[in-house]
């Protein structure tokens, strides 16, 4: 469905030019004080997009040039003090000016140090227990458009390896990123589906805060997670949202919009396959995918009490039950930019394989809170740099939907 740009590096595709690297990293970098870690950001990046193979730190020491460049790569991405954070908000707000970014996408969590896993298989990352001896985890927040994706923001999941530090933000007392205030210390490996929702939350709300005046929805795939938790909280930070839900999630058809349907409890999949006259085809593309959108509330005693209107939305593909269900509060749109958004995870799915993993997004394998995010920070802005590229070369078609 998806179609990416051309990768950086010459093993991959085009080369970013070394003008492009320049040029992104004067108002990138800007927040960084001392013109030493200005110079570094930009040749670690430079690196990333250029070193063959994995990008470890010995691999970018390598390339800068000799045993004193390698310690040097080492001490500026695991023990500098530089602050991460105004450098993903000036990365946010380039990415917003060059992408005009549908929506915001918090999908999925990558285990760092890890091999890369087979196209198609990370969608459930987020419900998986945590194997013993893997690497830390990071849920993203992807600015997506046409032309491709970009993350912009990362939270670290509570990890054994980081001594229970997690968050998106340098700590204030106690372990790194617990002074965001969103963060969870936790001694048990597994997480439960609402702690996990609630790292969702903690997501998005610390990606709004680097996207000032940020239009568009977010978009969740929360199956498996608490989804009305996930749901609820997205509506208390006023967002619109498309959330991915199971087909157990508890439904109730809503009255006030379909006054002749059966408003008692029910669940997703049984909505969707009794008011299954509803399905409409999608367009030429996609013949035999058709798709339906139901007014619907939550069903549940917490719920009854603050009922709010909701949209949910399925999808078939040939075949008599459907295979996929949303919540949103998007009403007005048509179905068709509905289900986009709703597949927009996918894209962030599919560059997540065909660039970033080769920009060195899980290669690296220290144990240092702040060297986990100022690597994965680096590895955004060196896949910014590919889309922008790759936009000037093949601009995106315009939106149909």
């Known amino acids: 469905m998806w179609s990416a740009g051309p990768c950086a590096g010459a093993a991959h595709g085009p080369s970013v030019p070394a003008s492009l690297v320049a040029e992104a990293s004067v108002p990138v970098f800007a927040s960084l004080a001392r013109s030493g870690y200005r110079r570094k950001a930009e040749q670690y990046v430079r690196a990333l997009l250029d070193v063959p193979g994995r990008k470890t730190l010995t691999s970018i020491g390598a390339q800068w040039g000799g045993a004193a460049a390698g310690q040097s790569v080492h001490?500026?991405?695991?023990?500098?003090?530089?602050?991460?954070?105004?450098?993903?908000?000036?990365?946010?707000?380039?990415?917003?000016?060059?992408?005009?970014?549908?929506?915001?996408?918090?999908?999925?969590?990558?285990?760092?140090?890890?091999?890369?896993?087979?196209?198609?298989?990370?969608?459930?990352?987020?419900?998986?227990?945590?194997?013993?001896?893997?690497?830390?985890?990071?849920?993203?927040?992807?600015?997506?458009?046409?032309?491709?994706?970009?993350?912009?923001?990362?939270?670290?999941?509570?990890?054994?390896?980081?001594?229970?530090?997690?968050?998106?933000?340098?700590?204030?007392?106690?372990?790194?990123?617990?002074?965001?205030?969103?963060?969870?210390?936790?001694?048990?490996?597994?997480?439960?589906?609402?702690?996990?929702?609630?790292?969702?939350?903690?997501?998005?709300?610390?990606?709004?805060?680097?996207?000032?005046?940020?239009?568009?929805?977010?978009?969740?795939?929360?199956?498996?997670?608490?989804?009305?938790?996930?749901?609820?909280?997205?509506?208390?930070?006023?967002?619109?949202?498309?959330?991915?839900?199971?087909?157990?999630?508890?439904?109730?058809?809503?009255?006030?919009?379909?006054?002749?349907?059966?408003?008692?409890?029910?669940?997703?999949?049984?909505?969707?396959?009794?008011?299954?006259?509803?399905?409409?085809?999608?367009?030429?593309?996609?013949?035999?995918?058709?798709?339906?959108?139901?007014?619907?509330?939550?069903?549940?005693?917490s719920t009854r009490d603050d009922p709010f209107e909701l949209v949910l939305l399925s999808e078939w593909e040939s075949r008599r039950e459907p295979r996929s269900f949303w919540l949103t509060n998007l009403r007005t749109l048509p179905l068709s930019a509905l289900m986009r958004l709703a597949r927009l995870p996918g894209r962030v799915r599919h560059d997540m394989t065909g660039v970033s993993e080769r920009l060195g997004l899980r290669d690296y394998a220290g144990r240092s809170y702040r060297g986990c995010h100022h690597h994965l920070t680096l590895v955004s802005v060196a896949q910014l740099l590919t889309v922008v590229h790759a936009m000037a070369d093949h601009p995106p078609e315009p939106r149909t939907a």
Request: proline residues 10%; positive net charge.
């Open 75 to 301: 001490h500026f991405i695991t023990a500098s003090p530089w602050d991460w954070r105004p450098v993903r908000r000036s990365l946010a707000r380039y990415a917003q000016q060059v992408l005009s970014p549908e929506a915001l996408v918090v999908e999925p969590a990558v285990v760092l140090g890890a091999v890369p896993r087979a196209a198609g298989t990370e969608r459930c990352a987020l419900r998986r227990r945590t194997p013993a001896g893997t690497g830390p985890q990071a849920l993203g927040a992807w600015l997506v458009s046409a032309a491709g994706s970009v993350p912009v923001d990362w939270h670290l999941l509570p990890s054994p390896q980081l001594g229970g530090a997690t968050g998106s933000r340098p700590g204030a007392g106690g372990p790194p990123g617990s002074g965001s205030g969103h963060g969870t210390r936790s001694r048990d490996r597994t997480a439960t589906a609402g702690a996990l929702g609630a790292h969702v939350l903690a997501s998005a709300t610390d990606a709004a805060r680097l996207l000032p005046g940020r239009r568009g929805p977010v978009v969740v795939d929360a199956d498996g997670l608490d989804a009305v938790d996930v749901v609820h909280g997205l509506r208390s930070l006023g967002d619109e949202f498309v959330v991915r839900v199971t087909a157990a999630t508890p439904l109730r058809i809503d009255r006030a919009r379909l006054p002749r349907c059966d408003a008692r409890p029910s669940t997703a999949a049984r909505i969707a396959g009794a008011l299954a006259e509803l399905r409409r085809p999608l367009g030429p593309c996609d013949p035999a995918v058709t798709a339906a959108a139901v007014p619907v509330a939550f069903d549940g005693p």
